[in-house]
């Protein structure tokens, strides 16, 4: 149990058009979902914390007209970067918070992650 | 302020030795604490956890950490390291709604 998946594993788009990355928890509900940012080599950065039918909450630093968060059901959130630059090239992982009485609180489950490449 | 110190960038074991992982973390309560691993371009895979109660917790792959309140440590430990234990592993706390990673160590298994 507690499967996170992402669609898709990988993408490749030329710099300016946008990109959307799909989060879903398979066998369990999550109000609360979190994309995180991993550069080569590098630990993993939270960008956002997605929240079902509220606006998602955004940590210092990231621009969130550029990275748009929806998480409209209890099973899925979206990660759509605008107009991508090659700057913008990650490896870009989801996790989700089974709601309380599935899973131990505050245990996240993650997604495989995407890999954007922005040319 | 939370926060989690993996003090080695890459350890080097040879395969069948014994290995232990660094953690230490600061935060003003009762941490939860997690071991996740990482394959190359891949995502993460939660190794154990602990909240409470027995201070060695067992885990998958046969790895195991102690939990030490009086070093702030959660290290993680494997008898006999593998060839396929080789990836990236992060140490990370659980506050506020939010999980705080260390930088990661980089395990190597030599031959």
Known sequence: ?119 | AQSVTQPDIHITVSEGASLELRCNYSYGATPYLFWYVQSPGQGLQLLLKYFSGDTLVQGIKGFEAEFKRSQSSFNLRKPSVHWSDAAEYFCALSGFQKLVFGTGTRLLVSP
């Not at chain 1, 499967?3 to 594993?9: A, I, K, L």
């Not at chain 1, 946008?18 to 109000?31: G, H, N």
């Not at chain 1, 099973?75 to 089974?98: G, K, M, N, Q, W």
């Open chain 1, 1 to 119: 149990g507690a499967v996170v998946s992402q669609h898709p594993s990988r993408v490749i788009c030329k710099s300016g058009t946008s990109v959307k990355i799909e989060c879903r928890s398979l066998d369990f509900q999550a109000t609360t979902m979190f994309w995180y940012r991993q550069f080569p080599k590098q630990s993993l950065m939270l960008m956002a914390t997605s929240n079902e039918g509220s606006k998602a909450t955004y940590e210092q630093g990231v621009e969130k007209d550029k990275f748009l968060i929806n998480h409209a059901s209890l099973t899925l959130s979206t990660l759509t970067v605008t107009s991508a630059h090659p700057e913008d090239s990650s490896f870009y992982i989801c996790s989700a918070r089974p709601n309380l009485g599935q899973g131990s609180y505050n245990e996240q489950f993650f997604g495989p992650g995407t890999r954007l490449t922005v040319l």
